[in-house]
């Protein structure tokens, strides 16, 4: 049988009516239901109708896009596709990795996820964080351009997500990442490109949103995952849940090292990554890392078929 491993995207790939193409599918119906209930407002018509200001509000993203993963999980196991044999996420991602492994519930999710954005944007005020993507360097030039342009200019400038050999984003107060920009196109840096983000996620500017958010995880209930989550921060499998909930809380201010996430699915013998929720940008992203792995998109009753097909 195929190996292959189910990943999970994060902000960003969000779009008004990105869940339209699956229809009344029971699966996705229920799934919508449940989002509701838990957050106490009616998901499917945010996700359906937005605006789009409203659905790209962080408060707003994070718990719909980890309904809009599930949604197309379940909709994947209705139609008789089997379990992958592990499963990762990209930054919010892991949550719904999480709930899709069973360790935990999307009613408890939804409100963590919630609240994992509130304290992300009131950690840092909008308007004086921002990130950016460098592109055309490798990861240890930026780092090191970080760590330039932060001594320099006495802020915070940090590499906060290896999203693949030759794109990482870097994030920080804004005045550090401009001053980061600057040292990076000096280092020769193809482009530096700001990112329209209210909060420099991942980054240590994000440590009092992980306190926030490490006290609500200790109120909820984590089970071991019946498929193995690799996560972010340490591209690790951990089946304890006080390891999970520590590998959670520090993931909101460390790296999303997902280059070495995508080497780990390899290592551990996956042939095919199969990116489960809206959008296209982490197949793009495996199919950058690692030419020899064959990667796919699930994200409406078509591309599922096509899944079926290619994982048969």
């Not at 196109?185 to 530096?192: N, T």
């Not at 921060?233 to 951990?238: K, L, M, Q």
């Not at 990667?295 to 079926?308: F, G, N, Q, W």
Request: charged residues 20%; aromatic residues 4%.
């Amino acid at each position: 049988m195929t190996a292959f491993a189910f990943v999970f995207p994060g902000q960003g790939s969000q779009s008004v009516g990105m869940l339209s193409a699956w229809g009344d599918h029971p699966a996705v119906r229920a799934t919508l239901e449940e989002a509701s209930a838990a957050l106490g407002e009616d998901v499917a018509r945010l996700i359906g109708e937005g605006p789009k200001e409203a659905l790209d509000l962080t408060t707003n993203t994070q718990p719909v896009m980890l309904t809009a993963g599930i949604a197309n999980y379940r909709a994947w196991l209705a139609e008789g596709g089997a379990a992958p044999a592990i499963v990762a996420g990209h930054s919010l991602g892991e949550y719904t990795a999480l709930v899709a492994a069973g360790s935990l519930t999307l009613a408890d999710a939804l409100p963590l996820v919630r609240l994992r954005a509130q304290a992300m944007q009131d950690a840092v005020p909008v308007g004086t964080g921002g990130m950016a993507a460098i592109l055309g360097l490798d990861a240890a030039t930026v780092r090191e351009g970080c760590a330039k342009a932060a001594a320099e200019s006495g802020e915070v400038v940090e590499a906060v997500n290896f999203n693949d050999p030759k794109q990482t984003v870097i994030a920080g107060s804004k005045a550090g990442v401009e001053a980061g920009c600057v040292v990076l196109k000096a280092l020769g840096a193809k482009r530096a490109l700001p990112l329209p983000v209210s909060a420099p996620f991942h980054s240590s500017l994000m440590k009092p949103a992980a306190e926030r958010l490490r006290e609500r995880l200790a109120s909820i209930t984590i089970q071991a995952p019946q498929i193995p989550v690799l996560n972010n921060i340490d591209v690790a499998t951990p089946t304890d849940a006080d390891a999970i909930r520590d590998a959670l809380y520090r993931q909101a201010f460390g790296p999303v090292r997902w280059v070495e996430l995508v080497g780990a699915l390899k290592a551990r013998g996956m042939t095919h990554v199969v990116e489960c929720g809206p959008g296209k940008v982490l197949a793009g992203m495996v199919k950058r890392i690692d030419a020899e792995l064959a990667s796919a998109t699930i994200l409406d009753p078509v591309t599922l078929a096509e899944v079926k097909t290619l994982l048969a």
